[in-house]
């Protein structure tokens, strides 16, 4: 969604998909918050941006002002450079981490039924396809459980969705996990949406989730990869 946020603030984006995405900001609280928290951060890097290039270029002019022809020539090299560097600089920071660091931190939630002996058809069937990482078909067969087996097995749903690039459909699930109160993967539903989130580059919001995990003494599952994470992104 993030992608979809700076493609609005670059005007890059239809009429149509504008009007869209304003209406889906407005009419969803968690949406609206996040693409503010996008909005502050891509202007006040805009503004450290330009500021930072006014005073590398004027300091460039200062230092040069009695230069000829071939000194003026070097002053507008010197500030393209430095333009690069500031362009390359938020590319840099845009792409720290987010899916390659999503990437090196995921593992598959670990089968926590058939390992422990209960075999029952047909959640056995489905927990067989995700051992096998035949991920694809064990999301097919989770959704076809009975009512009975299916909040225990929304968490390897969701990891289905995220395994075969369903980043969105795997972020919407653990959502609605967390927000369940008889929810009994409380760590582990955090961190696979902390990870869905830096997956998809949308870095505040991982931070957001991964303070959480940090901060809850309750909470073990992950934490020291999470405090890890917090510190390579600040």
């Given at each position: 969604?993030?992608?979809k946020f700076e493609q609005f603030l670059r005007k890059t984006l239809s009429?149509?998909?504008?009007?869209?995405?304003?209406?889906?900001?407005?009419?969803?609280?968690?949406?609206?918050?996040?693409?503010?928290?996008?909005?502050?951060?891509?202007?006040?890097?805009?503004?450290?941006?330009?500021?930072?290039?006014?005073?590398?270029?004027?300091?460039?002019?200062?230092?040069?002002?009695?230069?000829?022809?071939?000194?003026?020539?070097?002053?507008?090299?010197?500030?393209?450079?430095?333009?690069?560097?500031?362009?390359?600089?938020?590319?840099?920071?845009?792409?720290?981490?987010?899916?390659?660091?999503a990437q090196t931190y995921f593992k598959p939630y670990p089968d926590k039924?058939?390992?422990?002996?209960?075999?029952?058809?047909?959640?056995?069937?489905?927990?067989?396809?995700?051992?096998?990482?035949?991920?694809?078909?064990?999301?097919?067969?989770?959704?076809?459980?009975?009512?009975?087996?299916?909040?225990?097995?929304?968490?390897?749903?969701?990891?289905?969705?995220?395994?075969?690039?369903?980043?969105?459909?795997?972020?919407?699930?653990?959502?609605?996990?967390?927000?369940?109160?008889?929810?009994?993967?409380?760590?582990?539903?955090?961190?696979?949406?902390?990870?869905?989130?830096?997956?998809?580059?949308?870095?505040?919001?991982?931070?957001?989730?991964?303070?959480?995990?940090?901060?809850?003494?309750?909470?073990t599952f992950h934490k020291e990869d999470a405090i890890e994470i917090i510190?390579?992104?600040?």
């Amino acid at each position: 969604m993030e992608n979809k946020f700076e493609q609005f603030l670059r005007k890059t984006l239809s009429k149509e998909e504008s009007q869209k995405l304003l209406e889906d900001i407005e009419n969803d609280p968690i949406l609206k918050k996040e693409f503010e928290e996008y909005r502050d951060t891509w202007d006040m890097i805009k503004v450290l941006e330009r500021r930072k290039l006014k005073e590398k270029v004027s300091k460039i002019a200062k230092n040069n002002a009695t230069s000829q022809i071939k000194n003026n020539r070097w002053l507008w090299y010197s500030a393209a450079s430095v333009l690069i560097m500031v362009l390359s600089y938020w590319a840099f920071q845009q792409n720290v981490s987010g899916e390659q660091m999503a990437q090196t931190y995921f593992k598959p939630y670990p089968d926590k039924y058939t390992s422990m002996g209960q075999n029952v058809n047909p959640l056995s069937k489905a927990m067989s396809a995700y051992n096998k990482e035949n991920y694809q078909e064990a999301e097919e067969l989770f959704s076809q459980l009975p009512k009975e087996f299916l909040n225990d097995v929304e968490l390897y749903r969701g990891i289905c969705w995220y395994q075969i690039g369903e980043k969105e459909k795997a972020k919407a699930i653990f959502r609605k996990l967390n927000q369940d109160s008889i929810n009994a993967y409380i760590g582990p539903t955090l961190w696979y949406l902390s990870i869905t989130h830096l997956a998809l580059n949308e870095k505040d919001s991982a931070i957001t989730i991964l303070r959480q995990i940090k901060d809850d003494p309750m909470i073990t599952f992950h934490k020291e990869d999470a405090i890890e994470i917090i510190e390579k992104l600040q």
